[in-house]
């Protein structure tokens, strides 16, 4: 059994990974600022899942890092929430900036900060950080998603560098850039798209990479992506 912190985790890939790792007996944290969302999953999970309310730009992380004390160590984080701007690049503002770096780079960053104790406490523990095919260099770009590309191409760089730094502590990194997945962030980026991925599928996938990806890869960052969109 792993103890495994998942951010994002009330609808989507994030809930779909989620509940797969509790059915298969594993200890998950979920993490998202909608908690009515959590709260449904948590019931549909059963005891393995515990739910937490948390808004990933605040800077006070004393819950979760309470949470994972209580485990004592950390086997897993999946950083999985991202905000989505569909804004050209001469309409984003300050403001637009802070909330989508907030989101998508500071947040992960400041977490795995946070936890470093508990992830060097496991026997091997493995960061699994959500990118898209969006931020991954030499990709397909797409007018309007500029923001979003550059934050997630942050969390990709990150994820290099972290890997580089942690890797005597016993923590492996790594990024996956995922494709065109059937989710409302899809929807929202491209209306009427029908993706060649399923959430479910998707979730099935991670799942696994989390469990077992660091047997085989460390500082990467991996396309996964049949379309682009």
Not at 131 to 142: D, E, I
Request: hydrophobic share 45%.
């Amino acid at each position: 059994m792993k103890n495994i912190i998942i951010t994002g985790a009330s609808r989507g890939i994030g809930r779909d990974t989620a509940l797969q790792l509790a059915k298969e007996g594993h200890r998950v944290l979920a993490i998202s600022r909608n908690e009515g969302a959590l709260r449904a999953l948590e019931a549909e999970a059963g005891g393995q899942l515990q739910a937490l309310p948390f808004d990933l730009t605040s800077t006070d992380c004393r819950a979760v890092v309470a949470a994972a004390d209580s485990w004592g160590h950390v086997d897993a984080v999946v950083n999985n929430a991202g905000y989505l701007l569909n804004k050209p690049f001469h309409e984003t503002t300050g403001a637009d900036w802070e909330k989508i770096m907030g989101v998508n780079f500071y947040g992960p960053a400041r977490l795995l900060q946070m936890l470093r104790p508990y992830l060097q406490a496991a026997p091997r523990a493995h960061v699994v950080n959500i990118g898209s095919m969006g931020g991954y260099q030499g990709s397909s770009k797409f007018p309007g998603l500029l923001a979003y590309s550059v934050s997630k191409g942050a969390l990709a760089v990150l994820t290099e560098c972290l890997a580089e730094e942690w890797k005597q502590e016993g923590v492996a990194v790594n990024c996956l850039a995922l494709g065109a997945v059937q989710t409302e962030m899809l929807a929202a980026a491209f209306p009427g798209m029908q993706a060649p991925v399923s959430s479910e599928d998707m979730g099935g996938f991670l799942s696994y990479f989390t469990l077992h990806g660091h047997q085989f890869f460390n500082g990467k960052v991996l396309p996964v992506s049949v379309s682009t969109p």
